[in-house]
């Protein structure tokens, strides 16, 4: 049963890949520019297995670039040719004016995605707290996937933004960078990263990616050089005025649970920091003040959102559970292909009002 559920996503991985080239083969037929069937069909699947065979060595780098780009192309791709199909099968339309039309379609979904993806925007969002506490701003961000795509320039952007609303805390949710941290280190993205500031320090937790890349103690040791102190399963008390809790993530089986991780004083604001916004019930019932997460990318992709709707009890933006005020965001960078077209790169300002005696 094992080898059944590895073995059957390839083959399924196989059999999209292959409906999908023999359509193209279709097209580029009907405009008599198929050439070299052999060539076609290996190039293919070369970059069809890309992401993958792109991580054995640096060198492969170039081909897991393509593989990102390739699941971009299996999530439209799949859906156009089906469409493509119908249509030549029940109206006078050619396979040659089909195929235009798809391809041109799915070139407009590839530059809106690529805009989406690049051009991140800030969210605003204004919460009260029923404690005493100096009013303060929090820029919080999730997501990054820093690496070969989510680059040093798309991080420039995130540090002149964040930089620009002057914030008194900032909390980075987890997935900061895209497994190892060693293109992170090579290309002087912590150089870029300690250019953050802000009143009480940066914050992080690590995210699944981080746990994917096996190498939590120096991505640990990178975010600290960066200015960044990542919490795992630590509770610190910030200037004497409000606690940060940042969990490990779900990736790992072994982390503590929230209530062990209480703050001594209970009158003081409680932040808390969890990749995954797998379980809000619990944060809420402790009387979590502000509970911020990422992960879901609100689906990245149109309409995958219809999916992690169904996953989480929040799976993108600002809800109140209780007392709790709990932030999802679709995140500041991208796994995978370099694309958004359902959701859009962002950052979160959060202007926090206190209104406890």
């Not at 405009?31 to 052999?38: A, G, Q, V």
């Not at 090579?186 to 690590?206: A, D, K, R």
């Not at 990749?275 to 689906?299: I, M, N, R």
Request: proline share 5%; with cysteine; hydrophobic share 45%.
């Amino acid at each position: 049963m094992r080898a059944v559920l590895m073995i059957l996503p390839l083959l399924i991985f196989v059999a999209i890949t292959f409906y999908i080239g023999w359509n193209v083969r279709a097209w580029l037929k009907a405009l008599h520019i198929y050439r070299w069937p052999l060539l076609y069909w290996v190039l293919l699947y070369a970059i069809s297995f890309g992401y993958f065979i792109g991580k054995m060595h640096p060198l492969l780098t170039p081909l897991s670039v393509l593989g990102s780009y390739w699941l971009f192309v299996m999530q439209y791709g799949i859906l156009l040719c089906i469409i493509a199909n119908v249509l030549v099968k029940f109206t006078p339309l050619t396979t040659k004016m089909v195929g235009t039309g798809a391809v041109s379609i799915f070139a407009i979904l590839f530059m809106i995605g690529t805009y989406y993806a690049y051009s991140p925007v800030t969210r605003s969002l204004e919460i009260e707290i029923d404690k005493p506490g100096e009013d303060m701003r929090v820029v919080m961000a999730s997501d990054f996937h820093l690496g070969v795509l989510s680059n040093k320039g798309h991080l420039e952007n995130f540090v002149e933004m964040s930089n620009e609303a002057k914030p008194d805390l900032v909390l980075l949710a987890g997935d900061l960078v895209d497994d190892s941290p060693m293109r992170f280190i090579n290309t002087g993205m912590g150089e870029v990263l300690s250019q953050l500031t802000s009143t009480y320090g940066v914050y992080g937790v690590p995210g699944n990616h981080e746990y994917y890349g096996g190498e939590i103690p120096l991505f640990i040791e990178t975010m600290k050089d960066a200015g960044v102190e990542i919490l795992m399963d630590d509770t610190v008390l910030v200037a004497d005025k409000f606690y940060v809790t940042g969990r490990e993530d779900l990736t790992n089986k072994e982390r503590v649970e929230l209530t062990e991780l209480v703050p001594e004083n209970r009158d003081l604001p409680w932040i808390v920091l969890d990749h995954t916004p797998q379980d809000l019930q619990t944060p809420a019932e402790l009387a979590v003040d502000f509970h911020v997460s990422g992960h879901t990318h609100k689906g990245q992709l149109w309409p995958n959102h219809l999916i992690t709707q169904r996953i989480f009890e929040l799976d993108y933006g600002h809800a109140v559970k209780e007392s709790m005020h709990a932030l999802v965001s679709s995140g500041y960078g991208f796994w995978g292909p370099p694309m958004r077209t359902g959701s859009r790169a962002e950052l979160w300002i959060i202007d926090v009002k206190f209104n406890g005696q």
